[in-house]
């Protein structure tokens, strides 16, 4: 979750060792939790041994970034940085996506193909239907090109906006894993293990704005949706649905917050915008921002209590109740789903017991449900790609099958049905007409309590400035965003994020130019989560903190238990 510190001696990565680095046998200062990436062997094991002989403790090995995971002394972290062969010294924080949980709940594991099968998906007028044509963009923390989603053409990446993004060899890359999870949820597709999404056929456009340790400001969320709008036309995308798979704690109204104006302006613009209601259980009143937005779909999630029939289906107890004015539209299959693993990531090394098989591992959380249900729009758009975000939800609405003595505000209108939305004539009155949001509230305010923090002073990115330091005008932003005009070639918000080539397959990266925020060298530093809410991305908890009853959801990525 964190933007890279340099150690600025890549000449020395691989031939020198720690020894030289002087350090205190027991340095002083209150524990943090840090991330180390090293570039050899050598620097790897200096680098722990550093660790030990400060005091620290390893907490688990991180192979996917040549790293691992430590409590030292906070006096040791800059003696950490300035070692010979350490690439970079995150703080592990609390900002966590959404994934409710990665361990063990007692639930049943549930297949995608069981979910498919219970929801309608395998019927006579769906069993045909593969999503193929439709483009679901992703925005998460990347996709790892693992079987099942390796095929050429299946993923396209774009701009990688990640803190990851200036560090060679994992661009694009799911470091984490909750990405992959939900990518192998929508449109897997493994001939070799039988592994399939709900919409096997369908195109992903991944775009990644969480790294291994899950850091990501608001901002970047923003600008990925922004991208999605601006290149949904693009040969070859067609970017139909956009899956959003977290949210935040925001308390501004739908109406003036920046993240509910984007997802309605990708709204307007013809994309069907699935969104996770979050996983605060049945007390809590507020969906997450941008579920918040009365236009998109909010999506909570169902416990099918491990059977296929849905007489014994519950409202998942994670899920986000909401209220009476917001709460989640309809329900999709949310607990212990089987999906695609990413050996090495973050969730994977830090929850084995997640592991179902070599290829896969389970979750739980909205999150989860979002992907199920973003999986078959792309089904619906298929059958009829005419259908308008609008004439979508009314038709996953009104075919929803209710869910029998369920508390009627956090199931919504019932569990996804899609047999019976492709069965439903096109609804030729489909139209919402809420008031429109107008974007003109604040960045600080869209945060909630979510920060990026510098990892060298502890200072949190707040106010009105995006990762680069560039001033947020919302007056400037709105009418750019609405038009799908926010991105010009690699540029956003007056800064260069992304190289504006396309090779096919990926956009261009290109290295972040120096910028300066609060007398700060902002490309030079590194910028970790610390607290998206005391939950949020990553982990320190996957099951009472993170990704389990909030994270970029529960408040920020939406998963609830990853098995």
Request: aromatic share 6%.
């Amino acid at each position: 979750m964190g933007m890279k510190l340099r150690a600025g001696l890549t000449s020395l990565l691989t031939t020198v060792g720690l020894a030289a680095v002087a350090t205190p046998a027991a340095a002083a200062g209150p524990p943090v939790d840090v991330i180390v990436r090293t570039a050899s062997p050598a620097a790897l094991a200096g680098a722990e041994a550093l660790v030990r002989r400060s005091g620290g403790t390893i907490e688990r090995d991180l192979a996917v970034i040549s790293g691992f995971a430590a409590r030292v002394p906070s006096g040791v972290v800059a003696a950490l940085e300035r070692t010979p062969g350490v690439d970079e010294v995150t703080a592990d924080g609390t900002v966590r996506m959404k994934g409710r949980n990665w361990i063990d709940d007692g639930g049943a594991n549930a297949t995608v193909g069981t979910v498919k099968r219970a929801a309608g998906g395998k019927k006579t007028n769906t069993v045909a239907l593969t999503g193929a044509g439709v483009g679901v963009a992703l925005i998460d923390s990347g996709v790892a090109p693992v079987p099942g989603l390796s095929q050429p053409g299946k993923v396209v990446n774009g701009p990688d906006l990640s803190f990851e993004s200036q560090t060679p060899g994992l661009v694009n890359i799911d470091s984490y894993g909750h990405g992959t999870h939900m990518a192998g949820i929508i449109a897997g597709n493994d001939p070799a293990t039988g592994f399939e999404g709900l919409a096997p056929g369908a195109k992903l456009i991944s775009l990644k704005v969480a790294a291994a340790d899950g850091a990501a400001d608001v901002s970047q969320v923003i600008a990925a949706i922004d991208w999605v709008v601006t290149h949904r036309n693009d040969p070859g995308l067609n970017i139909r649905v956009l899956n959003l798979s977290f949210g935040t704690d925001s308390t501004q109204s739908a109406l003036l917050d920046p993240l509910s104006y984007a997802v309605e302006a990708a709204w307007r613009k013809g994309i069907v915008v699935v969104v996770a209601v979050g996983n605060d259980g049945p007390t809590a009143s507020r969906v997450t921002m941008p579920a918040a937005n009365p236009y998109v779909i909010a999506v909570g999630a169902a416990d099918a209590n491990g059977t296929e029939i849905r007489t014994d289906d519950t409202v998942a107890s994670f899920s986000t109740r909401g209220s009476y004015s917001r709460h989640a539209d309809l329900l999709a299959t949310g607990r212990s789903i089987v999906s695609l693993r990413v050996p090495g990531s973050y969730i994977d090394l830090a929850y084995p017991g997640a592991r179902v098989t070599d290829t896969t591992f389970r979750g739980s959380g909205t999150s989860q449900a979002t992907a199920v249900v973003s999986g078959s729009v792309a089904l619906l758009l298929q059958q009829r790609p005419g259908l308008t975000p609008d004439q979508v939800k009314k038709l996953l609405m009104e075919s929803a099958d209710p869910l029998t003595g369920a508390d009627p505000i956090a199931a919504g209108a019932g569990q996804l049905d899609i047999a019976g939305a492709a069965a439903l004539s096109v609804p030729l009155t489909a139209r919402q007409l809420f008031l429109p949001a107008t974007g003109l509230g604040t960045l600080e305010g869209a945060r909630g309590s979510s920060y990026v923090v510098d990892a060298v002073t502890g200072r949190a990115l707040t106010g009105e400035r995006d990762i680069f330091g560039a001033p947020w005008r919302p007056l400037v932003w709105t009418p750019l965003a609405r038009d799908g005009r926010a991105w010009t070639g690699g540029t956003w918000n007056g800064k260069v994020w992304s190289g504006s080539a396309y090779n096919g397959t990926s956009w261009a990266s290109v290295t972040w130019n120096t910028a300066t925020w609060t007398s700060l060298n902002w490309a030079g530093r590194a910028w970790t989560g610390t607290d998206w809410s005391g939950r949020a991305w990553t982990g320190r908890a996957w099951t009472g903190r993170a990704w389990t009853s909030g994270t970029w959801l529960g408040r920020a990525w939406t998963g609830r238990a990853w098995t």
